[in-house]
């Protein structure tokens, strides 16, 4: 596939990046998608005690967290960008800033999560809480595997391992940090919001 | 990618992530007020909605790529976010 | 066969399959004790002729699986076998010590052979599938790191693909989880939780990544297609079943004392582990319909299908009847869990082992392919037991759904044996399909005797 003829009219056959990562992909969707239906009808049983533990959770760190992450996501396009110009070290440096930010993410979620279990909170708490805990902790393992791919993709890149004609590790690692970002977009309104 | 393809690589992408910006601090405003109710429900989730097919076609590219790869994120997408929608529903009955 | 020391997966393959008769065997004569209960009582009892016949399976193969890594790996690698040597010793070995353990099971009573192998200093036995002595235990330990250690050698000093990368992480992964049989907390829920790590994780994690691989193998032998396409499809295949398969170990959380979250992470994460079964019949019918060769070994074919297909059905489908925490409410530990358990078993591991014995043993002997009346008497012998293990199936899945509602549901709920009477005519109905089973069984060791004409490998 020669990507420096592409233009943004042109019809792709497969997504960017390796189609491998695109199975991982959906399967991963599907799976949050699951946990997200469960939650949704697990709360249509117990309406009170969700809505009661939601109002006790830090709706400004969830946006901030929210925001970090579209943040991110976009850095993760500008990267691509200028491998695509063959810019290896601005892409290492777009990667950087996007795990940096990833590393913001993790940082404010700690923060919730230590409120959280300093004030007694577990699985076993109730239903709502055994699923905000799950899902942003599944969510949060994620954010980890995703920083990990785009640390390796970034040294290579900084080692100048990709070109303007050669670049799919970019665009896999970079696909895959927007699914992370995707998924914090439905968990987000669904679990700190919507009542 | 020369620099007028360059532009026309980021630009739509820039534009998208000012509005997922905007959108994220609509529904954090909603949730601060503590909105409730069948309308905010659905106004929160569409949001939502409409914010995953913005990253799934720009940032993911998958508006240039073939309709069978947006199917499988947008068929997903209804269907995760139709079953939440029916799950709050017969909550409120 | 092109790498002289792929000759040592031979005897593998033959002590497979004489285990697998013995397993069959015994398994009759419990299936006839579920009908007849005093049958054989005492020499063999009911406890005995279970364990026996779950033992043997295991141990069958997990000598198919040595046998098809011996075969596989040399010809990934392209490189002659680290030891052959030492491949025949931790053979006899294997065989050696498993002979005596059955022997040790039939000849004492068990609680007899727990005092005279050392249980008392380390309690490891008594546990489902883990009943062998201490004595055994280490045995199984020693045998599978050199067994581990000669096919990494191998893989070390030669080529490396993903095939054999899979492989090795399988066979890994399963030795790593068989230590947790050693681990034996006097609390029982604890018990229960840590014996799952090694028969859950063995069953629905590393030995997949076994079948995976040895699928992928004979696949790429049968039909030309191309590497690189089926090892994608491996991987993709690898990765939904970590996914699914390690957190969906909740599913046998259930009602035995763990946290409540484990009805939601064993419902969600199992009910996704159809997903990769399903992937992989796919894939088995997707790497037939684009062959770039006609090989000549029809049989080996319909087993790589067989695989396939009776593995969704078996262990994703049948598996996923029961898993849902609120359905598993009332179908714990019921007749439907031996009907899962016998087509799962049936459909992922012993199909994949008798596929990759059916390709290989005819290289071993030296030819591409039996003699075409060879291959059908083989092809009878597939349908036999492929359509004998979906009769035992459904008749286990009639005689559990009726035990469920006779002995759980209803107004006046029956006692466990008062409910085993009236599902009698079920037992015997599995009992008869049992014995096509091993006519189908003794079908597929006839046809490796059957003349004919053959071809001669290249």
Sequence with gaps: MTIDTITPDEILATPPGDLAIWFFIFAELLAFGVF???????????????????????????????????????????????????????????????????????????????????????????????????????????????????AAVMLKARRGGYSAQNHTDVETGASYWHMVDLLWIILFPLVYVIH | MDATQRTRFIRPCTYVWLLLMLLTVTTYLIGEAGLGGIAVMLAVLGTAAVKVQLVAGYFMGLRRTRWLWRGIVLGWLLLVTGLITIAYLTAIK | MQFKSQAVAKPYFIAAIALFVGQILFGLIMGFQYVVGDFLFPEIPFNVARMVHTNLLIVWLLFGFMGAAYYLIPEEAETELFSPRLALITFWVFLAAGALTVVGYLAVPYATLAEATGNNMLATMGREFLEQPLPTKIGIVVVALVFLFNISMTVLKGRKTSISLVLLLGLWGLAVFFLFS??????????????????????????????????????????????????????????????????????HYFWIGTPEYWQWFGSVFSALEPIPFFMMTVFAFNMVNRRRREHPNKAATLWALGTGVMAFLGAGVWGFLHTLAPVNFYTHGSQITAAHGHMAFYGAYVMVNLTMISYAMPMLRGRSANSPSAQVLEMWSFWLMTVSIVFITLFLTAAGILQIWLQRMGETPMSFMAAQDQIMLFYWLREAAGFVFLLGLVLYIWSFFKKGEVQTAA
Aim: with cysteine; aromatic share 16%.
């Design chain 1, 36 to 150: 997200f239906v469960a939650y949704a009808f697990a709360r249509a049983h117990n309406v009170e005690l969700f809505d009661e533990s939601q109002r006790q959770l830090d709706i400004s760190s969830g946006a901030i967290n929210t925001l970090v992450l579209i943040t991110s996501s976009y850095f993760m396009v500008r990267a691509v960008a200028a491998i695509k110009q063959g810019l290896s070290r601005v892409c290492a440096r777009w990667i950087a800033a996007a795990i940096a930010l990833g590393g913001i993410f993790l940082a404010i979620k700690l923060v919730e999560f230590h409120d959280k279990f300093s004030a007694g909170i577990s699985l076993s708490t109730n239903t709502f809480y055994m699923f905000y805990l799950s899902l942003t902790i599944f969510h949060f393992m994620h954010v980890i595997l995703g920083m990990v791919i785009l």
């Design chain 3, 182 to 251: 050693f681990y034996n907390p006097s609390n029982l829920v604890l018990d229960k939780y840590f014996w799952w790590w090694t028969v859950h994780l063995w069953v629905e994690g590393v030995w997949e990544l076994i079948l995976g691989a040895m699928l992928a193998f004979v696949l790429i032998k049968i039909t030309g297609v191309d590497r690189e396409v089926i090892e994608k499809w491996l991987y993709v295949i690898i990765a939904m079943t970590l996914i699914t398969g390690i957190i969906g170990t909740g599913h």
